[in-house]
């Protein structure tokens, strides 16, 4: 493609273009990765258009995720919601999440036991283990729940949930299945959300945690969890919310995943759950959302100034992360001075 029919660059800036310099990443990394090149293909992947069905304008957001792989992110000028496009197929994300993703996406040097307790015993990990408890007592009837998690990893949610619930987790990693069984005693199965559907007829409690914004179809997804669950069943879902990066790793590149189709914010998730039907009880920035199955399929608002509000929100990021950075290099006292710096920009976020 020539530089004249490149169009405009991204809106977060050079850092942001196919051609930035690669990010540091582990050998094994640097090794996925360029398999993932190496075998690229043309026909993997598919031109999507936001799910809210209005005309557009897209903003270009980015074109490379944290991993240096070609990622085109836009963000929906009606809507406001982000999304990847193009992407790749479905059919080419089931082999990535079978044979690259946890090598890319988590490489450690623990063995996989090891950070599966690792992971389970992250403050992160409990503090959603209480999101989720607390989530029941409020909305739930059920003494001992009936818990399916769908994309459950080695089981590391579940683990920090009560003993006396009924845990059972659903993944395609095999190896991290087995460490769910062994390391935590849990009931754990090979598949996704098609597969687990009868085991969803029992339950009282559904939890896709991380697993939303990385399907290809999410109402239509939600809509037939929705369809298999009883009508008194709860629904979690939680997903990295775009307006919390000042409260995490502070990077938005970081946010900027191949893995991650769409990106959410509180309105945008809450017009993916309308769209399956969903009745949202709570939602919130992180982003969270608490439902119950068979509401109103609705198609979603309009959200004037809401990608505005997202572009300047990350080119805020950015710039204080660059600060951040550039402070903490700074011989002998830098990390107190990025330490001040983060308090005082991050903290008016």
Avoid at 5 to 32: H, I, M
Avoid at 134 to 149: C, D, F, G, N
Avoid at 232 to 261: C, K, M, W
Wanted: proline share 7%; with cysteine; hydrophobic share 40%.
């Amino acid at each position: 493609m020539s530089e004249a029919d490149r169009g405009p660059g991204p809106a977060l800036g050079a850092e942001y273009d196919l051609r930035a310099p690669v990010p540091s990443l582990t050998a094994e990394q640097l090794a996925v990765r360029a398999a993932i090149l190496d075998t690229d293909d043309a026909r993997d992947w598919e031109v999507t258009l936001c799910p809210c069905g209005g005309p557009g304008p897209d903003t270009l957001l980015s074109e490379v995720d944290r991993h240096g792989l070609p990622a085109r992110n836009v963000v929906c000028e009606r809507c406001g919601l982000v999304r990847l496009s193009p992407r790749w197929r479905e059919e080419r994300y089931l082999r990535f999440y079978e044979t690259e993703y946890r090598s890319l996406y988590n490489p450690s040097a623990l063995d996989k036991p090891a950070y599966a307790r690792w992971v389970a015993d992250a403050p992160a990990t409990r503090e959603r283990a209480a999101w989720v408890v607390a989530a029941v007592a409020m909305h739930s009837k059920a003494a001992k729940p009936r818990i399916v998690e769908i994309g459950a990893g080695g089981g590391w949610n579940l683990a920090g949930l009560p003993r006396k619930w009924e845990r059972i987790g659903y993944d395609v990693d095999d190896a991290y299945l087995a460490v769910g069984r062994e390391a935590f005693g849990l009931d754990m199965r090979h598949g996704l959300a098609d597969v687990a559907l009868p085991a969803l007829a029992a339950a009282d409690l559904v939890l896709l945690s991380h697993v939303v914004e990385h399907l290809p179809d999410p109402s239509a997804t939600l809509r037939t969890i929705a369809a298999a669950m009883p009508p008194d069943a709860l629904l979690l879902i939680e997903v990295p919310g775009i307006f919390r990066i000042h409260r995490t790793n502070l990077d938005p590149r970081s946010y900027l995943q191949n893995a991650h189709t769409f990106t959410f914010c509180a309105p945008t998730l809450r017009d993916a759950c309308g769209r399956a039907g969903l009745v949202v009880l709570e939602i919130e920035e992180t982003a969270r959302a608490a439902c119950r199955p068979r509401g109103v399929i609705q198609r979603g608002d309009a959200h004037p100034g809401l990608a505005e509000r997202i572009i300047a929100y990350l080119r805020r990021c950015d710039y204080g992360y660059r600060q951040y950075r550039r402070l903490g290099a700074v011989p002998l006292v830098g990390r107190y001075l990025a330490y001040g710096w983060k308090c005082a920009w991050f903290g008016l976020l």
